[in-house]
């Protein structure tokens, strides 16, 4: 743009310095004076007017342009200043962080699920009869309470037995009848066996009685040879053979009669045997009634002990849902063995140990391969609510104990696997019956670098953490994870014990920036 420079000066005879406005337009290349009578004359002149009023107007305005110009370039100056310094000041000021440091301690993974508290030594203890309840213990001049503590052996309750008193009567009659009977059988059989002894004796003389007419006729049958030879000789007569031959035939005679005698003590011995069959038989008979008579009365005696309830070992009472004079039925009880909490509100009396409880519970088949026996458990309230860091685990624990046995079978139902923990500490705060949770530490590990779960964060799915050292810069580290816990994490790579981590205020810090550390605690849950 080409410049157009316009010089007035006043007609005074004092000459002031002219003005000069520079003003936008293109450069003449020369001036021509106009004829004085020409209409472009006077139009130089009224032009000519009009600049020397404008140029009388422009001297007082000068001041007031300057000073409009001075403060709007003041203006302009500090705006640029002050946000050249926000400009600074956002750049250097750090980040506030929160920061906690890593320790060494011990560490668990956790695995849980509903559970069950039950008494190690325990027992429900009821009648089996129906029955109007005649008979509670009496405790300090009143009747039986839960809570009390009993003795093995003292009787607790009773129902009216009158009727199965009478029948432990009658039983026992019956066995005193049957056992008379036997007396008479056994005595039958003693004196069989005695007739049979008489018989063999009988038979052992005869026998001898024989033997000797044997003797007697082989003599006398030689005899009668000989003398038979002497009468042909001639040298005896024949009276004499004939006396010698009688002898020989009565000895014949007498052997026939032995042989008959022993055949008759043989055949007595066969019937006093028979009699002392017929006899064990009788008594084998009445053995067996005293069997039965004796099994009656026991079958009595037992339906007599099912009207009272004894205290089977010393424990406390934990429950008692009966009172003297009520009316109890089986039936009562049977038809809640479905619902182990209803059976507990309705089983007369149940007794335990209070010194010994264990949980069991079913924990998911995926967790079989990690639970095993001895590893450490806690026991907490039956509630969904999530474990923060001001209200830890090992705070909300009721109780405290051990892995006592695992089921090695799944079962098919709800895929899940039995898990029975014994209890060490923390009886008191446990019920009978109780619902709880159940912890099991699945892993466990000593003297780790612990830090809070929010200290960890990750990007591309790999683990780092934000280390701020002693001048407040921050290094972004790679590391490597191990044991998960609820709100700590164990760090194997990268983090040493003491070093301070970043846990609130990670989002927008980079590897090497400052920040102002905001101090917070943080204590491992296992550590020591």
């Not at 079958?299 to 002990?305: C, F, R, V, W």
């Not at 009172?323 to 309705?346: H, I, K, T, W």
């Not at 964060?457 to 280390?467: E, L």
């Not at 790679?478 to 609130?504: A, F, K, M």
């Amino acid at each position: 743009m080409s410049q157009e420079t316009v010089s007035s000066f006043d007609s005074d005879a004092t000459q002031e310095p002219a003005v000069e406005f520079v003003l936008a337009g293109p450069a003449p290349e020369s001036v021509e004076m106009p004829n004085p009578n020409s209409s472009e004359v006077k139009q130089s002149e009224l032009s000519q007017n009009r600049r020397q009023n404008h140029r009388r107007f422009s001297w007082w305005m000068l001041p007031v342009l300057g000073l409009v110009l001075a403060v709007g370039g003041l203006s302009v100056y500090r705006l640029q200043s002050k946000n050249s310094e926000v400009a600074t000041v956002a750049e250097r000021a750090p980040l506030s962080v929160r920061t906690v440091a890593a320790e060494e301690g011990n560490i668990q993974s956790w695995v849980s699920s509903e559970g069950t508290v039950q008494a190690v030594r325990f027992k429900h203890l009821a009648f089996d009869v129906d029955g109007d309840i005649t008979y509670l213990a009496n405790k300090d001049g009143r009747s039986l309470r839960a809570g009390d503590s009993v003795q093995q052996g003292e009787l607790l309750a009773r129902i009216d037995d009158r009727k199965l008193q009478a029948d432990v009567i009658q039983a026992e009659s019956a066995v005193n009848e049957v056992r008379r009977q036997r007396g008479a059988a056994a005595a039958s059989v003693a004196q069989a066996e005695a007739g049979v002894a008489s018989a063999r004796a009988q038979v052992a003389q005869a026998e001898a009685q024989r033997s000797q007419a044997v003797s007697s006729r082989a003599l006398a049958q030689t005899e009668s040879e000989r003398y038979r030879t002497l009468f042909e000789q001639g040298a005896i007569s024949n009276s004499d053979l004939d006396n010698r031959v009688n002898t020989f035939q009565d000895a014949g005679a007498q052997s026939q009669a032995a042989d008959a005698q022993v055949s008759s003590a043989q055949a007595q011995v066969s019937t006093a045997q028979s009699q002392v069959v017929a006899a064990e038989q009788q008594l084998r008979a009445i053995d067996s009634q005293i069997d039965t008579a004796l099994a009656r009365l026991e079958q009595a005696k037992i339906a007599l002990e099912g009207t009272q309830i004894y205290a089977p070992f010393d424990g406390i009472v934990a429950y008692l849902n009966i009172r003297e004079g009520e009316y109890y039925s089986l039936q009562s009880v049977s038809s809640q063995l479905g619902n182990y909490q209803e059976l507990l509100n309705r089983v007369p009396i149940v007794v335990i140990n209070p010194s010994d409880f264990e949980v069991t519970a079913q924990l998911p088949a995926s967790a079989g391969g990690r639970i095993k026996s001895g590893q450490t458990t806690l026991v907490t309230p039956n509630t969904a609510q999530l474990v923060s860091a001001s209200n830890n685990l090992t705070e909300r624990a009721e109780a405290r104990g051990d892995v006592y046995s695992v089921t090695p079978a799944v079962s098919p139902g709800n895929r899940s696997i039995d898990v029975t923990a014994r209890i060490n500490s923390g009886f008191a705060n446990l019920q009978h019956g109780e619902s709880v949770t159940l912890w099991v530490a699945a892993e466990e590990k000593e003297d780790a670098v612990i830090v809070p779960v929010n200290a960890v964060a990750f990007r591309n799915q790999v683990p780092y953490v934000f280390v701020v050292n002693e001048e407040n810069i921050v290094e972004q580290r790679e590391v490597t994870l191990g044991v998960e816990g609820l709100n700590e994490r164990e760090i194997l790579d990268g983090v040493q014990p003491g070093e301070q981590l970043v846990t609130e205020g990670q989002n927008g810090l980079v590897n090497g920036a400052e920040v102002r550390v905001v101090e917070s605690g943080f204590t491992a849950m296992g550590g020591k």
